[in-house]
């Protein structure tokens, strides 16, 4: 018998019964938890612990998580301002490699480049669309990045993101991307971290060393060529 | 209770006891390690105090894990179908055996010598660096708590910070005669930038990538992994080849549910909202292969035991290790096994019971894992049941055995017991200190015993209490 075929038959052998039917999974902002749940235990009948529900606007809470996490947030205007802001936080660059309009490189990528060959790139710059403000989290694929590999040999990262396409909760998240679309796609949170000597927590362990969100909206007016 | 192939009698057990007296004897490292890891507790009852609901979203996650689990078979079918449909080569393996001979396959198939790797517990619990260095190839392990244990020789000792258990002292000690850094320098921002820069040749040297799975979505045939490093995303993306192992337990239905799960797994793990990167890949990137191994290594007998099958809900946040008191004082290495900790104790005896037979017994059944735990998992009921299993088997230690024998011939006869209670007051006022304060008696250590009562609380009942 192949593995394939043992594995799927001792599984079936030993399913445990009853089976337990699968819930609702929460899918809208603001939808309570509660109704997914086919579930009729005691738990509702606890008395709950009063939280403060989450009533920050999306975007002031989105910049808030995003800081939490070791992230930078700027706005700007215009594509002028985003080419500056750039210049400005990172002077000594040499290699710039962007994928947007708005912001010119001098490093080409196509989605035929290898990916090692970004191994030098001091500046990675990209456009998100998507943004989470419960997590600070940035939603990135393929399609945006070209080659994946430019979300993380990048020495810093700058993201464009429409502060309109900020949704309040992962729910709202995973209802709105469509997984399959690529076959790459990262929820980035800040830059790369590590607190595995002695919990001190340093970015930059082996992805970028820095993470910036340039809140911009999508059809703010675009450099003169 | 039905354990079939999870019962093996081979190998000698682990000594937790002795192992974590090794660890307290070293200066200053259980004080620390209580600190660290008690503060990510801290952090994740912060974190979750921000999260309304938080019960509901407990209460959602264990039940979609169950009915993921009690549907496993058409999932698992379902993922493979939909994988393969996105380009993906899937490969199913029985055991730890079957998938180490399985990634061997592969890499010799593609000539590849070098394998850069994220963490995967899986992994780990298959030997499988061992396995393929014996092979001539050179593995590297990308993340910087498991490249410290790697280069220590030792597995990790916590699911989510692998040297949690180390001071930066002993990381300076071992990257200066690894890496050749300054021993003297112990500021961790110098040791990750050191790792940093002699992983980067690395990476882009590897012939392959390798990373383990959070989750796995029947519904499209992709997989998750969540890492704070991005080291994982490294691997997956500049060598040509991306190969994942995943145990069959990690499947969950549908897209949607891994809002659900992602908003639990750091919360609950370090308390951060989400880790700096949740990646999905569905399909081989543009110019790359990917291959998936299912793993089962034991999943389906334990999915057959009544009493042990809600342990495959486990999501490997930690929370119970940051929890428990005993993983605290006496550190990971202790449990001398692949997962540590609660989740350790109940995971371990089912892939050798003979070797892991002590690890139920390491522990003060407080129940703080089972109330930290995201899905819901029995933990310190799983525990208890290990113990009972563990007596049964005749695999208890006879000291134990001993004790646990009289006390249930007393127990149960009162008038046994009355007299055992008064002739116990009188010993303990009339022992002499070395009869108590011995090497036989584990009690005597690093406590004294309290003073008797002058009276037991019966004596003291019947003369003041009692119904005349």
Redesign the interface.
């Known amino acids: 018998m192949?593995?394939?075929d043992?594995?799927?038959t001792?599984?079936?052998?030993?399913?445990?019964?009853?089976?337990?039917?699968?819930?609702d999974?929460?899918?809208v902002a603001g939808q309570?938890?509660?109704a997914?749940?086919?579930?009729s235990g005691n738990?509702h009948t606890?008395p709950k612990v009063q939280?403060s529900?989450?009533v920050e606007a999306p975007v002031s809470n989105f910049k808030k998580?995003l800081e939490?996490?070791?992230g930078r947030i700027l706005e700007v205007a215009e594509a002028t301002a985003a080419r500056a802001r750039v210049a400005e936080l990172f002077p000594a660059a040499k290699v710039v490699c962007s994928v947007v309009p708005e912001v010119p490189g001098n490093r080409r990528v196509e989605?035929?480049s290898d990916?090692?060959s970004l191994?030098d790139v001091d500046v990675g710059v990209v456009r998100s669309t998507l943004g989470v403000a419960?997590?600070?989290?940035v939603w990135l694929t393929?399609n945006e990045l070209v080659?994946?590999?430019l979300?993380?040999?990048s020495q810093h990262l700058v993201v464009l993101l429409d502060p309109e396409a900020i949704v309040e909760?992962?729910?709202d998240?995973?209802?709105r991307?469509n997984?399959?679309a690529?076959?790459?796609?990262?929820?980035?949170?800040?830059?790369?971290?590590?607190?595995?000597?002695?919990?001190?927590i340093?970015h930059?362990?082996?992805?970028?060393r820095s993470l910036t969100v340039l809140l911009m909206a999508r059809d703010a007016k675009k450099p003169k060529p | 209770m039905s354990l079939p192939a999870m019962i093996k009698l081979k190998n000698r057990p682990v000594d937790p006891e002795a192992l974590a007296a090794r660890f307290i004897a070293l200066e200053n490292h259980e004080i620390?390690h209580d600190r660290?890891v008690w503060?990510?507790r801290t952090n994740r009852d912060e974190a979750i105090?921000?999260?309304?609901?938080?019960?509901?979203?407990r209460?959602?996650a264990s039940?979609?894990k169950?009915?993921t689990?009690?549907?496993?078979?058409d999932y698992?079918?379902q993922f493979?179908e939909n994988a393969k449909n996105?380009g993906t080569i899937v490969?199913?393996?029985?055991d730890a055996e079957?998938h180490n001979a399985t990634v061997h396959e592969i890499l010799k198939s593609h000539g590849v010598k070098s394998l850069i790797k994220s963490k995967s517990m899986l992994q780990e619990e298959c030997g499988m660096t061992p396995y393929l260095e014996k092979r001539g190839i050179e593995v590297t392990e990308?993340?910087?708590?498991e490249r410290?244990q790697q280069l220590s020789n030792e597995p990790p000792s916590h699911i989510v910070?692998?040297?949690?258990h180390?001071?930066?002292t002993d990381?300076a000690e071992l990257f200066a005669k690894n890496l050749g850094t300054d021993g003297n320098n112990s500021d961790?921002?110098y040791?990750?930038?050191a790792?940093?820069e002699n992983?980067?040749p690395r990476f882009?040297k590897a012939g392959a990538g390798m990373t383990g799975a959070n989750f796995a979505?029947a519904e499209?045939?992709?997989f998750v992994v969540c890492t704070?490093?991005?080291?994982a995303?490294?691997g997956?993306?500049?060598p040509p080849l991306h190969i994942a192992s995943i145990g069959?337990e990690k499947l969950i239905?549908?897209?949607?549910?891994?809002?659900?799960f992602?908003?639990m797994l750091s919360r609950s793990a370090?308390g951060?909202?989400?880790?700096?990167?949740?990646?999905?890949?569905?399909?081989?990137?543009?110019?790359?292969e990917?291959h998936v191994i299912?793993v089962?290594n034991t999943r389906?007998?334990r999915?057959?035991s009544?009493d042990f099958?809600h342990a495959l809900k486990c999501i490997r946040c930690g929370a119970c290790m940051n929890t428990c008191p005993v993983y605290r004082r006496s550190g990971g290495l202790s449990y001398g096994a692949t997962y540590s900790g609660p989740i350790g104790v109940i995971l371990d005896p089912g892939l050798d019971l003979s070797k892991y037979r002590e690890l139920p017994f390491h522990s003060s059944l407080c129940g703080s894992c089972s109330e930290v735990c995201p899905v819901k998992i029995d933990i310190s009921d799983q525990i208890y049941k290990w113990r009972r299993v563990v007596a049964e088997k005749g695999l208890m230690r006879v000291s134990k055995a001993v004790g646990m024998s009289a006390l249930g011939k007393v127990l149960p006869h009162p008038e046994l017991f009355h007299a055992a209670e008064l002739a116990a007051e009188s010993a303990l006022a009339h022992t002499p200190r070395f009869l108590l304060y011995n090497t036989l008696n584990p009690w005597g250590k690093h406590r004294e015993m309290p003073a008797a009562a002058p009276q037991t609380f019966r004596q003291w009942y019947i003369a003041n209490r009692r119904p005349k």
Not at chain 1, 185 to 197: E, H, N, R, Y
Not at chain 2, 49 to 57: I, M, S, T, Y
Not at chain 2, 69 to 73: N, R
Request: charged residues 20%; hydrophobic residues 40%; proline residues 8%.
């Open positions: 192949s593995a394939r043992a594995i799927l001792a599984v079936r052998r030993n399913l445990p019964v009853p089976a337990v039917p699968l819930p999974a929460p899918c309570k938890l509660v997914c749940l086919g579930y738990l606890m939280h529900p989450n998580q939490a996490m070791g989605s035929a990916p090692h191994n419960e997590t600070g989290a393929q080659v994946n590999a979300g993380v040999l909760s992962m729910h998240a995973y209802d991307i997984l399959t690529s076959p790459y796609g990262v929820f980035m949170a800040g830059p790369s971290a590590t607190g595995d000597i002695e919990g001190v340093i930059g362990a082996q992805g970028a | 620390t660290l503060r990510m105090a921000g999260v309304p609901d938080w019960q509901e979203l209460e959602l039940q979609i169950e009915h689990l009690t549907h496993l078979d698992l079918e493979e996105l490969h199913w393996a029985r079957e990308s993340d910087l708590g410290i910070v692998p040297a949690i180390k001071l930066r990381v961790p921002h040791l990750t930038e790792m940093r992983a980067r882009m979505v499209t045939g992709g704070n490093e991005g080291n995303d490294i997956a993306s500049v069959i239905p549908r897209a949607r549910d891994l809002g659900v992602i908003r370090l951060s909202p989400i880790t700096q990167y949740t990646s999905h890949f569905h399909g081989p990137r543009k110019g790359g990917l299912l089962d389906s007998d999915l057959g009544d099958w």
